[in-house]
């Protein structure tokens, strides 16, 4: 599993390593590239959860999104977020995605079929996380293309050109 982003509490880090901690009959390893002011109330809970053989906070990566595809499942857990970069970035990937449904997440990734869209906050995102780990590895060969598009960055360009235009 791999996620990305700062280590803050909009992030929702804490609230995903609730649910992973009672997925320990299930293979699987968390990376998280990222840093951030929350990386000792993160490594606390890990350490509370015995979870530092599987979740590994790895600090800033420098084009950390040219990682993704060396993993199995890309994880965004926030509990709030404007636009993700990173979902963009995780659409341009084979990977499945399970996401937040919060703030511009859902414009992002809501039409993806790779993508399984939870409520962080709620124990049905245990169920998601533990369908998607025995499943995979999962790859998603087809149906994002045209979200690739609309995404891509010569269309939102082009898209923000027309904007200042009018």
Do not use: C
């Not at 803050?8 to 990376?31: I, M, N, R, V």
């Amino acid at each position: 599993i791999v996620s990305i982003g700062e280590l803050h509490p909009s992030k929702g880090f804490d609230l995903a390593l609730s649910h992973l901690q009672h997925l320990q009959d299930l293979s699987w390893e968390w990376f998280i590239l990222g840093e951030g002011h929350a990386r000792a109330s993160l490594e606390a809970l890990i350490a509370k959860h015995d979870l530092s053989s599987r979740v590994h906070l790895v600090g800033h990566v420098h084009d950390a999104a040219s990682y993704l595809e060396s993993f199995d499942l890309f994880f965004l857990p926030s509990r709030t977020e404007a636009l993700a970069y990173v979902a963009i970035e995780a659409l341009q990937t084979d990977l499945p995605i399970i996401a937040s449904n919060v703030g511009g997440i859902p414009e992002v990734l809501g039409k993806d079929p790779g993508t399984n869209l939870v409520d962080i906050r709620h124990e049905t995102t245990e169920n998601t996380l533990r369908e998607s780990l025995s499943s995979y590895p999962q790859k998603i060969t087809t149906g994002r293309e045209e979200l690739r598009q609309e995404f891509s960055i010569e269309h939102m360009v082009n898209k923000t050109i027309e904007v200042y235009k009018k």
